[in-house]
């Protein structure tokens, strides 16, 4: 996967060279770009932001210098991701999507945004995502990227030397958060390892991490419970 990441600060995005996504560019799987998008501007300044039009408070990203960075970085068929937090929600669903992908351009935006005629004008070439992290405001898109960026990376086949470890943690294929996880020794400050974790009775083990990944879910998330376990598949009597 090539991907080519646009801010104003790419010293934000060195992170991309250490760990995951570092690891992922070492294994040949990921080749990552990171541009400074003032080297597009031309003016004495270098000028990426003006006055909102239309008035209102903050400053607006210029389209000029984003519509030049694009042309240079962005192909046709290649897919924008712009993080905002007016995006849909970036979920676990959507990284998966995009780790089919084959190159993928990430737009930062700091200030109010980006001007909108950037990603119109994107959107007759590229696939466009405007993408949330959450429902909270960040003072740029460059945090999200690195978040997106790596849960996105991880996903690449042949990146996760053991892929059961993604099949089973929170956000995997049932839905649910991951099951609570212990390891030696088994008992540590007064508090014991669940019993049920040394009975090497793989069924019970299986059973009990499932219960308790359905609990914590109910508890902490129940937003995420599939509808049978809510009940919300039962037909309801017409309401008169
Ligand atoms: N930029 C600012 N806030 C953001 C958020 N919540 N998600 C993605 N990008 C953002």
Known sequence: ???????????????LELSLPGRAREKGLLDLAVHDLRDWTHDRHRAVDDTP????????????????????LAPDGA???????AGERFTQRVAEELSAREHLVVACGRYE??????LDESARRLEVRELSLGD????????????????????L????????????????????????????PAAWRGHEVPEVLLSGDHARIAAWRHAQAVRRTTLRRPDLLPATTTGETEVRPAVA
Not at 136 to 155: D, K, P, Q, S, W
Request: glycine residues 12%; aromatic residues 8%.
């Open 1 to 15: 996967m090539r991907v080519d990441v646009v801010s104003i600060f790419p010293d934000y995005l060195r992170a």
């Open 53 to 72: 039009t239309g008035g209102g408070a903050g400053m607006v990203m210029k389209p000029q210098p984003w519509g030049e960075a694009l042309d240079a």
């Open 79 to 85: 897919t924008l991701l712009v993080p905002t937090p």
């Open 113 to 118: 945004g980006i001007d909108q005629r950037v």
């Open 136 to 155: 909270y405001v960040l003072n740029g898109g460059e945090v999200a990227a690195l978040a997106m960026i790596e849960a996105v990376c991880r996903l």
């Open 157 to 184: 086949p042949g990146f996760m030397g053991n892929a059961e470890s993604l099949a089973e943690e929170s956000h995997g294929a049932d839905g649910l958060l991951e099951y609570p996880v212990y390891t030696r």
